[in-house]
């Protein structure tokens, strides 16, 4: 099982997201859950990888670990926005996953 971590402020913005597990839905190469969990997690660190107000850890140590954290290098609206905006791509994207594929994906929030 996949399961993936968020993370928020106190103002709601996200601040880590950590993906770690295998769907075991399909054979290694073909799972369409874990190549989603993977497209959704990686293409939230690449926008916010262009933002530079925002410094962006993105690490993936081996297959099926995968975790990002991001700090504001200075608060404004603009980047606050952005870092809910991708907060709620992130949950929307999880949670649909978790309600196709309950036994393959979870979602847990902090």
């Known amino acids: 099982m996949i399961v993936v971590a ?3 402020g106190k103002n709601g913005a996200l601040k880590k997201c950590k993906a770690n597990g295998h769907a075991h839905f399909s054979r290694k ?3 369409i859950v874990c190549s989603a969990v993977t497209t959704l997690v990686r293409t939230a660190a690449q926008v916010l990888s262009h933002n530079e107000n925002v410094s962006l850890n993105f690490e993936a140590p081996e297959r099926g670990s995968m975790s990002f954290s991001i700090e504001a290098k200075t608060e404004n609206l603009e980047t606050e926005t952005q870092l809910k905006c991708i907060g709620d791509f ?3 994207g999880i949670l649909a996953l978790t309600k196709e594929f309950p036994k393959n994906v979870i979602l847990m929030e902090e």
Request: glycine residues 12%; neutral net charge.
């Open 6 to 8: 968020l993370s928020y």
């Open 29 to 31: 190469g073909t799972d």
């Open 90 to 92: 992130l949950r929307t």
